[in-house]
């Protein structure tokens, strides 16, 4: 079964850096697209960056334009977002979602709390 | 400030029958297709709907997804007490080259 699990959350400073990381399995992982979609505590759900399944093309939310970067890593069947310049706004969960063109499976999520 | 607009809540009693909303733009619904999430306290979203009116395999066909121009609706038939979840439109917006999502409406079983 098509299964997704987020690690690398955490409690980090403003200003401070942060790699996410979305291990997959149960699927070709290589065939899909991959999303990296938040959700601040108690609120609605942001999308945050696309991948594409090879890699080739990435677009990412104009809030995180810049400061995050999104890649991934087809022999490791792992797709990661790496985070600077964070910022009180950027917290929360962190899930990933496979396929661009219909996100249909989603991992638990990783809590990330930028605090000082 | 989201990109697709839903209503805040709705409810319903147990075998009735709720719609809802959401409404976006040219870019976004009136030229891709629209999903639909599901999301239960404390869980992730789960897909309900795609491509605007498609069920995934195992999701119940009282729940069922219809677009027209630039807005989408959900309904729910036979409203059952374990649909009380908050319901999350989607879409893909090709003036911002990403998915853009409604605020979403919280049901409320009644």
């Known amino acids: 079964q098509v299964q997704l699990v987020e690690s690398g959350g955490g409690v980090v400073q403003p200003g401070r850096s942060l790699r996410l990381s979305c291990a997959a399995s149960?699927?070709?992982?290589?065939?899909?697209?991959m999303n990296w979609v938040r959700q601040a505590p108690g609120k609605g759900l942001e999308w945050v960056a696309v991948?594409?399944?090879?890699?080739?093309?990435?677009n990412y939310a104009d809030s995180v334009k810049g400061r995050f970067s999104i890649s991934r890593d087809n022999s490791k069947n792992t797709v990661y977002l790496q985070m600077n310049s964070l910022r009180a706004e950027d917290t929360g969960v962190y899930y990933c979602?496979?396929?661009?063109?219909?996100?249909?499976?989603w991992g638990q999520g990783t809590l990330v709390t930028v605090s000082s | 400030q989201s990109v697709l607009t839903q209503p805040p809540s709705a409810s319903g009693t147990p075998g009735q029958r709720v719609t809802m909303s959401c409404s976006g733009s040219?870019?976004?619904?009136?030229?891709?297709?629209v999903n639909w999430y599901q999301q239960l306290p404390r869980t992730a979203p789960k897909l309900l709907i795609y491509?605007?009116?498609q069920r995934p395999s195992g999701v119940p066909d009282r729940f069922s997804g219809s677009t027209s121009g630039t807005s989408a609706s959900l309904a729910i038939s036979g409203l059952q007490s374990e649909d009380e979840a908050d319901y999350y439109c989607?879409?893909?917006?090709?003036?911002?080259?990403?998915?853009?999502f409604g605020g979403g409406t919280k049901l409320t079983v009644l």
């Open positions: 979602a496979r396929g661009y063109d219909k996100p249909d499976y």
């Open positions: 991948i594409w399944y090879d890699g080739s093309n990435k």
């Open positions: 040219s870019s976004n619904i009136e030229s891709n297709t």
């Open positions: 491509e605007s009116n």
């Open positions: 149960g699927f070709t992982f290589g065939s899909y697209g």
């Open positions: 989607a879409a893909w917006d090709d003036s911002l080259n990403g998915w853009v």
